[in-house]
Each structure stands twice: as structure tokens, then as C-alpha cells.
T-cell receptor
Framework: GAGVSQSPSNKVTEKGKDVELRCDPI?????LYWYRQSLGQGLEFLIY????????KSGLPSDRFSAERTGGSVSTLTIQRTQQEDSAVYLC???????????????FGEGSRLTVL | SQQGEEDPQALSIQEGENATMNCSYK?????LQWYRQNSGRGLVHLIL?????REKHSGRLRVTLDTSKKSSSLLITASRAADTASYFC????????????FGQGTRLTINP
């Protein structure tokens, strides 16, 4: 596709349920990022993929959060046993690079808004 | 923790005026980027400035970088109502994995 695609755009779930958020990056982009944005706040880094591997998982808030990327393309962020504090917009971004030492321009999707009741 | 901190948190000016937003960061960087976010939307890249650059222009945007002070500024000249958005700086630290760390953002309102 022309841009980064995320689904669902909105998800309302009950506390304790599992959710899966999907990100389809721009074709050919090797780097993929997940961020979380709470209402009116900045972006909180969650995880970064280079190809299918995740060199940096340091931002995942707890072991309830996991992510995978297959075929160097689509990525799925899974949140198990959701809690109310997980409510936020989850943003995915992709990039042509990262080069060895630097990160280039990120292209963002429109985000998945998660509401945990 | 956030690497970049924007200042001010909110800015409201009249259309036609210039808007200046500042960003401070803590560690040595490879580059610094500015992004814009319209309400309820994803972020859009505006400009990237490398650590060996001091100033960069793109249309009505002017970005400066002072690595000795670990700070950057974004100037939007001749503001328009359509410039109303949140603006974020993001830094790519030298140490650690390649990722962008974002600040809390400046909420800019342009009054017609």
C-alpha cells in the first residue's frame, strides 16, 4: 500500500481480554516501530524491529505485551489480560533504514485507539 | 523516560505571526527530527537535522540545532490556521539501539 496501515482503527474491550493490533508497513521498509500515546501525551517507545528481529524490546511495559513480525512485513502487537491503564492510541511506524548508526524518517500509521472498560 | 522535552507545552498566536518551539535533550545524538500531529491522526515527518548541521530550512520551516546546549528550535514563519497541530521533536541517540525517542510535544494553536 501507499502508507502504513493499522487495524483496527478503534477497539473497545473488556478488562482481562486479549487484543491484537496489526500493522502493515510500507513495502520495502526494513525497520518497524510501535509506540503508545496516551491522551494529550507524547509518544512512549514500545518495541523496534529490524527485519523480523527485535533488537530493542525495552519499552514493553510488562510481560502482558508482546510483538512479532513475520516475513519482514506485517507486525502484530498483542496485549494479554488487558487493564484499564492499557487504554491509549497505539501507533506503528516504518522506515527504510535504520542504518548501522542512525534512524531515518519514520512514516506513521493513523493508529489503533484501544479502550479497555 | 523521555529524551526530548519541548517548550512551551502550549502556544497560541495570531495568524501571520511566527511560532517558535524549543526542544532540549539529554544525550549525544545522531540526528534530531521534528514531527507534526493533527488531532486524532498519525505523525507526519517535517524535517531532519543531523548532528553536524546547525540550521536547516524547508519552506516556512527553519530548524536550528545547538549540540553544545543539547537544544533545537523549530520556527514556523507566517503561520496559518492550518498549522494548528501538536509538534514533537524526536532524537536518535548515539548510544543504544536505533530508535527515535519523542518529547511530550508543543500544542500550537493559530487563531484566525
Amino acid at each position: 500500500g501507499a502508507g502504513v496501515s493499522q487495524s483496527p482503527s478503534n477497539k473497545v474491550t473488556e478488562k482481562g481480554k486479549d487484543v491484537e493490533l496489526r500493522c502493515d508497513p510500507i513495502s520495502g521498509h526494513t525497520a518497524l516501530y510501535w509506540y503508545r500515546q496516551s491522551l494529550g501525551q507524547g509518544l512512549e517507545f514500545l518495541i523496534y524491529f529490524q527485519g523480523n528481529s527485535a533488537p530493542d524490546k525495552s519499552g514493553l511495559p510488562s510481560d502482558r505485551f508482546s510483538a512479532e513480525r513475520t516475513g519482514g512485513s506485517v507486525s502484530t502487537l498483542t496485549i494479554q489480560r488487558t487493564q484499564q491503564e492499557d487504554s491509549a492510541v497505539y501507533l506503528c511506524a516504518s522506515s527504510r533504514t535504520s542504518g548501522v548508526l542512525n534512524t531515518g524518517e519514520l512514516f506513521f500509521g493513523e493508529g489503533s485507539r484501544l479502550t479497555v472498560l | 523516560s523521555q529524551q526530548g522535552e519541548e517548550d512551551p507545552q502550549a502556544l497560541s498566536i495570531q495568524e501571520g505571526e511566527n511560532a517558535t518551539m524549543n526542544c532540549s535533550y539529554k544525550t549525544s545524538i545522531n540526528n534530531l527530527q521534528w514531527y507534526r500531529q493533527n488531532s486524532g491522526r498519525g505523525l507526519v515527518h517535517l524535517i531532519l537535522i543531523r548532528s553536524n548541521e546547525r540550521e536547516k530550512h524547508s519552506g516556512r520551516l527553519r530548524v536550528t540545532l545547538d549540540t553544545s546546549k543539547k537544544s533545537s528550535s523549530l520556527l514556523i514563519t507566517a503561520s496559518r490556521a492550518a498549522d494548528t497541530a501538536s509538534y514533537f521533536c524526536a532524537t536518535d541517540a548515539v548510544q543504544g539501539a536505533q530508535k527515535l525517542v519523542f518529547g511530550q510535544g508543543t500544542r500550537l494553536t493559530i487563531n484566525p
